[in-house]
């Protein structure tokens, strides 16, 4: 038999990961009889190099013991393999993670005992995946465990107590639901999702300790035999179901590495290279953290361009919270404000991922921040993957929402050049989370970071909610604010005219969605906002009354017959009609009680075309009329003498008066009215 043929042979019966592992055995072979490509000289060396840790040397002696699973764990290994876990892939996490407290515990031991450790052997977790046998190494050089240990902690669920856990893990799990809080210690049971049978050789750091093999293949029992050739530590084998042979492969048990435990604190080699190369740079000073450090990372954490801002946070009391967060330099789309994406920060405790997109931590409308927060305190469930809806995270929630709040308003401080950037990206997601927010003290922290013009700045200039409560009168109750699309137009506003003689500051709302946050927000600072054509209606000084002596003006009269005339003509869409003096130069206004509701009305169900009339039925509009203006004292005179024409120009006064109310959806509406109107004017005319 030719030596290729008896290399593949032995390949096939023993694994390659186990020749490849023996440095001497690949010595041996006389290689120069078959050819060998590069990557498999790649891995030679590989593994060669790594060989001390990962070999195949352990072996069961002697006659085993075979043990029973308690109840609970029986059922427990029932659930766990079924229904537990939403992502397979989460028990090379939970096996990593126990092969790090293992380490951890090994070098607490050093500190608090006299027992010797040997200090030829590394603090690290070595992983093989070996496609070819269809199984998945991960040893560790920890603690190790005794005979007794081996009982306690893998033949028993870690801190059971409770059969009660067990009956309502069960009765979760059959109604699709993971809430079940508790640290139990169940991420070893995990590997029965992936595997038919579990092989741990373990080798406890006490001198005088002998070594074991404890073995299972989840039916209700396992066996433990001493065994030989263990080094310090413990080393789990799975034997991969067919259909999970993918964790099997390299590729695969790096790409899942690198999500989940990337930050673990010791080396973990994967078929003898180190992978965890990133480091938690959110545990570390933030004064030794270097711009490109937090380059590195934030495109780690999947983002293509620069942070604009970088905020850190760190605190043990009342939570113990380690946080890293990053706004974008991008401008977001439309489309990506206006989708409801994930929170963009992953969750770590212990610098072990627990979820990449954690959306219980931060409230939707902060999901343009970056990041990673890492807590100790976070209450998980058996599988880590779904957070408990508790007063905690509640907590953590309002916590980490107060401090990005709190940065951000320290950095418009800092430098309102690059704030207002910013601002201009990103104003939207504030906007929303006043409208979502529940909280009044929470939608005043986010209206804080708002930005307004009004009256009184120049053009382009903005001015914050806490600016324009220090700059009111001292006789001012309300915060005023006027929307329109431009500030012409509000500065051209019959509604601007009517109040300006007032000398109010007055916020400019621009944007068609701001009048909506204003009504959610309410009041800022114990000031109500308050839009300003609700001040006029609340003026009534000058409320339906003809100044006496003013000669440009129609006689109380003439007044009251325009009046009568107008609300008979008009009954259709008004309830009643009024004189107004705070006009002076526009012809007449329209009011209404809650003008800012009517309009977000509008906007969403009642302006249909075939519900128009359902909308005019459902408010109590008031037409006030100038009594000064040239176009109602001609209209005054053209009621008597023209009925259709005069008709016609009334109809189109309050139609202007709505659109400029913005109770007009569509202006597009009223052009039927003002051609009709043109044609009886020229009509007339000759």
Same mark, same amino acid.
């Given at each position: 038999?030719?030596?290729?043929v ?22 041996? $072979? ?26 195949e ?20 290994? @029932? ?19 126990n ?50 240990? $081996? ?7 870690a ?64 066996e ?29 048990? #790096?790409?899942?590495v ?34 490109e450090?937090?380059?590195?990372f ?31 330099t ?6 990506e ?21 954690a ?15 890492d ?6 469930n ?6 408990q ?20 308003n ?8 690059k ?31 708002? #930005? ?42 019959p ?17 068609q ?15 109500q ?26 006689t ?40 800012s ?28 009329? @100038?009594?000064? @203006? ?22 189109? $006064? ?20 003002? @051609?009709?109107l ?9």
């Amino acid at each position: 038999m030719n030596k290729f043929v008896l290399f593949a042979k032995t390949l096939r019966q023993v694994g390659s990961s186990r020749i490849f592992n023996q440095p001497r055995f690949i010595s041996s $072979l006389n290689t120069s009889s078959f050819k060998i490509n590069s990557d498999a000289k790649i891995d030679q060396k590989r593994f060669i190099k790594t060989s001390c840790c990962m070999h195949e040397a352990e072996r069961a002696v002697g006659k085993s013991e075979k043990y029973e699973f308690l109840a609970e764990t029986k059922q427990l290994l @029932n659930i766990v393999a079924k229904s537990l876990y939403s992502d397979k892939e989460v028990f090379v996490r939970e096996l990593i993670s126990n092969a790090s407290d293992a380490i951890e515990k090994l070098k607490y031991a050093q500190l608090t005992s006299d027992q010797e450790v040997d200090g030829q052997i590394p603090f690290e977790i070595q992983i093989n995946a070996n496609d070819m046998n269809n199984t998945l190494t991960i040893q560790d050089t920890g603690v190790g465990m005794t005979k007794d240990e $081996l009982v306690k902690f893998l033949g028993t669920i870690a801190h059971s107590g409770s059969k009660a856990f067990i009956e309502n893990l069960s009765k979760n799990a059959e109604n699709g639901q993971n809430s079940i809080i508790g640290q139990f210690g169940v991420g070893f049971y995990s590997a029965f999702m992936v595997a038919d049978k579990v092989q741990v050789f373990s080798k406890s750091y006490k001198e005088t300790e002998q070594a074991f093999e404890w073995s299972s293949s989840g039916d209700g029992s396992y066996e433990i035999s001493e065994a030989q050739g263990v080094t310090r530590g413990t080393k789990i084998i799975l034997h991969l179901k067919d259909d999970c042979s993918e964790f099997s492969k390299d590729e695969v048990i #790096r790409k899942i590495v690198n999500k989940y435990s990337n930050f673990v604190g010791f080396p973990i080699i994967v078929n003898g290279d180190k992978i965890n190369l990133i480091q938690p740079i959110w545990l570390e000073d933030a004064k030794n953290v270097t711009e490109e450090q937090h380059e590195e990372f934030y495109k780690f954490l999947g983002n293509m361009d620069k942070p604009r801002y970088t905020f850190t946070y760190k605190t043990d009391a009342p939570l113990n919270i380690r946080a890293l967060f990053y706004v974008p330099t991008f401008k977001p789309s439309p489309m990506e404000i206006s989708q409801e994406g994930d929170i963009g920060v992953s969750l770590y405790s212990k610098k072990v991922l627990i979820l990449s997109k954690a959306n219980q931590i931060l409230p939707r409308w902060l999901r343009f921040i970056k990041g990673v927060v890492d807590s100790e305190d976070i209450p998980l469930n058996l599988s880590r993957e779904l957070l408990q809806d508790s007063n905690l995270i509640r907590k953590l929630r309002t916590i980490l929402t107060q401090r990005i709040l709190r940065f951000l308003n320290d950095e418009a401080k800092y430098d309102e050049e690059k704030y207002m950037q910013f601002y201009s990206d990103y104003n939207l997601y504030f906007k929303e989370g006043i409208y979502r927010a529940a909280d009044q003290n929470e939608k005043e922290e986010i209206a804080s970071l708002l #930005r307004f013009e009004t009256n009184k700045t120049e053009p382009g200039k903005t001015i914050s909610l806490n600016e324009y409560v220090k700059r009111m009168k001292a006789d001012q109750k309300n915060i005023f604010y006027y929307s329109a699309p431009s500030r012409e137009i509000a500065l051209n506003s019959p509604y601007f005219e009517a109040i300006k003689q007032k000398d109010h500051e007055v916020l400019f709302l621009f944007e068609q969605y701001d009048e909506m946050v204003a009504l959610q927000l309410f009041q800022f600072k114990n000031k109500q906002l308050v839009g300003i054509e609700q001040e006029n209606l609340a003026d009534k000084n000058k409320d339906d009354i003809i100044i006496e002596g003013d000669s440009r003006s129609l006689t109380n009269d003439q007044a009251k017959e325009l009046k009568d005339w107008l609300k008979t003509t008009l009954s259709n869409k008004i309830k009643s009609v009024k004189i107004t003096n705070k006009l002076d130069i526009h012809p007449c206004i329209i009011t209404a009680d809650n003008m800012s509701f009517l309009r977000h009305l509008i906007k969403t169900s009642y302006m249909q075309r075939e519900k128009v009339s359902d909308f005019f039925n459902l408010v109590n509009l008031t037409l006030e009329i @100038n009594p000064k @203006n040239g176009l109602i004292k001609s209209l005054y005179e053209l009621h008597k003498k023209d009925p259709d024409l005069s008709k016609a120009v009334a109809e189109q $006064l309050l139609d202007n008066s709505l659109v400029t109310a913005g109770l007009v959806e569509d202006p597009r509406l009223v052009l039927s009215n003002l @051609n009709s109107l043109l044609e009886k004017a020229f009509a007339r005319k000759f």
